[in-house]
């Protein structure tokens, strides 16, 4: 087995839900003269709890990583935005029940954007360098990494 570092970790997981994510979009955009089908809502439930499940291994992995005197502080950090992205996803999953498309389209922007920062941040308070599409995340501009 290969050692992965937090940001590796994170790295991966973002990838796995890259697809999560575009499906995601896709389920809450039904073709405008059909109904929203109630097993839809199933599955936008289902990426949904896959997504989250995601982004607190992420979580878990980077408070797991920090030194002692920060790993309280990143957990608190963390848990907070972690939070934010539990109750988009709520908003997502009720949307979807009521079967109200323009209240789903609205909450998964927010939910994917929500998601987006989450790794963002992540990956800041990992602490290690990481090279994301060929630029430098914040990491790398704490660190003076090249």
């Known amino acids: 087995m290969r050692m992965m570092t937090a940001a590796q970790d994170i790295l991966e997981r973002r990838a796995r839900c ?24 199933e599955d936008i439930s289902k990426e949904i709890s896959l997504i989250l499940a995601e982004a607190a291994a992420a979580t878990r992995v980077v408070v797991s990583a920090s030194g002692g005197g920060r790993r309280h502080a990143v957990a608190a950090f963390l848990d907070v935005r972690l939070a934010r992205l539990v109750s988009a996803a709520r908003e997502v999953t009720d949307a979807a ?29 990992s602490g290690e360098v990481a090279v994301v599409a060929g630029r430098h995340t914040a990491a790398h501009a704490r660190t003076g990494a090249a």
């Open 97 to 125: 029940k009521a079967a109200d498309t323009g209240q789903l389209h609205r909450s998964v922007s927010r939910f994917d954007a929500l998601t987006s920062a989450m790794w963002t941040v992540e990956l800041a308070t």
């Open 18 to 41: 890259g697809p999560r994510l575009a499906r995601l979009r896709l389920l809450a955009t039904p073709p405008v003269d059909e109904s929203f089908p109630p097993a839809m809502a």
